[in-house]
């Protein structure tokens, strides 16, 4: 089994050649489904293309133990794609999170200033022994280095209420590796799975960084 990877590829085929049952939480921020473009230009690949993102559930539910959790963010724009995704896939809704932003991500028929994201359950997984807020304060993480960056801090709550030390944290769409980091710097395994290699390169050095400080064995 995989743990504390970052696999350079498209996630349905990575996935493909997981053994079922073998994560015990997911955590994915996946493309919108906007045709996101910011002030510089940046995209994000798949981000018009709905079959390319929404097939990954099928494979995040086999993967998942049952009794499991998958957090996922999502575009609220695309809500009925997702919604119709998370389903199909067996997937159940049992909470969802909303992020308060100090500041507008963009104005138009109101101030948006909030992200999303659904608490999903795999069968009926326990609740957590101290569970969260489901209204969290935004933590913006700058974009550095990925046009849609989260912040550890916004991930890291999730990782510590769903998850257990050691657990393997799963994140299909990568980016720079935040949900990679959060879970390393919380002393659970990751596997991140991340399509663009300059993404896959830059989550393994901040990765490399955590190690480093935490002594975590990282994969080749
Ligand atoms: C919204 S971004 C994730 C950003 C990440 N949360 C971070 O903090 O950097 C979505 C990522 O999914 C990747 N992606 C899109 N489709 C993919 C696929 N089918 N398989 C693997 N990665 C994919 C994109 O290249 C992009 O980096």
Same mark, same amino acid.
């Given at each position: 089994?995989?743990?504390?990877?970052?696999?350079?590829?498209?996630?349905v085929q990575v996935l493909s =050649?997981?053994?079922?049952?073998?994560?015990?939480?997911?955590?994915?921020?996946?493309?919108?489904?906007?045709?996101?473009?910011?002030? !510089?230009?940046?995209?994000?690949?798949?981000?018009?293309?709905?079959? =390319?993102?929404?097939?990954?559930?099928?494979?995040?539910?086999?993967?998942?133990?049952?009794?499991?959790?998958?957090? !996922?963010?999502?575009?609220?724009?695309?809500?009925?794609?997702?919604?119709?995704?998370?389903?199909? %896939?067996?997937?159940?809704?049992?909470?969802?999170?909303?992020?308060?932003?100090?500041?507008?991500?963009?104005?138009?028929? +109101?101030?948006?200033?909030?992200?999303? =994201?659904?608490?999903? %359950?795999?069968?009926?997984?326990?609740?957590? !022994?101290?569970?969260?807020?489901?209204?969290?304060?935004?933590?913006?993480?700058?974009?550095?280095?990925?046009?849609?960056?989260?912040?550890?801090?916004?991930?890291?709550?999730?990782?510590?209420?769903?998850?257990?030390?050691?657990?393997?944290?799963?994140?299909?769409? +990568?980016?720079?590796?935040?949900?990679?980091?959060? +879970? %390393?710097?919380?002393?659970?395994?990751?596997?991140?799975?991340?399509?663009?290699?300059?993404?896959?390169?830059?989550?393994?050095?901040?990765?490399?960084?955590? =190690?480093?400080?935490?002594?975590?064995?990282? %994969?080749?």
């Amino acid at each position: 089994m995989y743990s504390n990877q970052i696999i350079c590829g498209e996630s349905v085929q990575v996935l493909s =050649a997981f053994p079922a049952n073998s994560v015990d939480l997911v955590v994915t921020d996946p493309p919108y489904l906007v045709g996101y473009r910011d002030r !510089s230009g940046r995209t994000v690949a798949n981000d018009d293309d709905p079959d =390319a993102v929404l097939a990954v559930y099928d494979e995040l539910y086999r993967v998942l133990k049952p009794d499991s959790y998958c957090i !996922s963010f999502y575009g609220w724009t695309a809500i009925a794609a997702f919604a119709s995704a998370w389903e199909n %896939a067996g997937f159940r809704p049992v909470g969802h999170f909303v992020w308060s932003k100090p500041y507008a991500s963009k104005t138009r028929y +109101a101030e948006y200033r909030h992200e999303s =994201a659904f608490l999903l %359950a795999k069968g009926n997984p326990s609740p957590p !022994s101290k569970p969260i807020p489901d209204v969290l304060p935004w933590v913006y993480s700058g974009n550095r280095t990925h046009p849609t960056e989260k912040a550890v801090d916004v991930i890291a709550p999730l990782v510590t209420c769903y998850s257990r030390a050691g657990d393997v944290v799963l994140d299909p769409f +990568a980016g720079s590796g935040s949900t990679a980091v959060a +879970a %390393a710097l919380k002393d659970r395994r990751y596997i991140g799975i991340e399509l663009d290699p300059g993404y896959c390169a830059l989550a393994c050095k901040r990765l490399a960084g955590v =190690a480093k400080t935490r002594r975590i064995p990282t %994969a080749a």
